[in-house]
Nanobody, 114 residues
Framework: QVQAVESGGGLVQPGGSLRLSCVVSESIFNTYELRWYRQAPGRQRELVARIAPDDSIKYEEAVKGRVTISKDSAKNTVYLQMNSLKPEDTAVYYC????????WGQGTQVTVSS
């Protein structure tokens, strides 16, 4: 499976917003659940949000109410809109499909700091 390409990260102040993008192959986009994960320094990678082929969505408690996952079928792209960012959101953010995840991409760094 071809790895995803993530983008959109950056340095933002607490309370700020970012929109992350992840481009995947058309076959993956149309077949699998798409997930956003993050990995903070010294911590294991953790699930953040997921969107199924039928557009059902689930958020993890740590980000619920602050992030929105969405997708654009014309661009084979899944997005993660993040608002009210906190320092503890600092991490490298990755996307991948589920099940049978593809090779992990480079991710995109999100740093929340004043």
């Amino acid at each position: 499976q071809v790895q995803a390409v993530e983008s959109g990260g950056g340095l933002v102040q607490p309370g700020g917003s970012l929109r992350l993008s992840c481009v995947v192959s058309e076959s993956i986009f149309n077949t699998y659940e798409l997930r956003w994960y993050r990995q903070a320094p010294g911590r294991q990678r953790e699930l953040v949000a997921r969107i199924a082929p039928d557009d059902s969505i689930k958020y993890e408690e740590a980000v619920k109410g602050r992030v929105t996952i969405s997708k654009d079928s014309a661009k084979n792209t899944v997005y993660l809109q993040m608002n009210s960012l906190k320092p503890e959101d600092t991490a490298v953010y990755y996307c991948n499909n589920y099940p049978r995840p593809s090779r992990w991409g480079q991710g995109t760094q999100v740093t929340v700091s004043s």
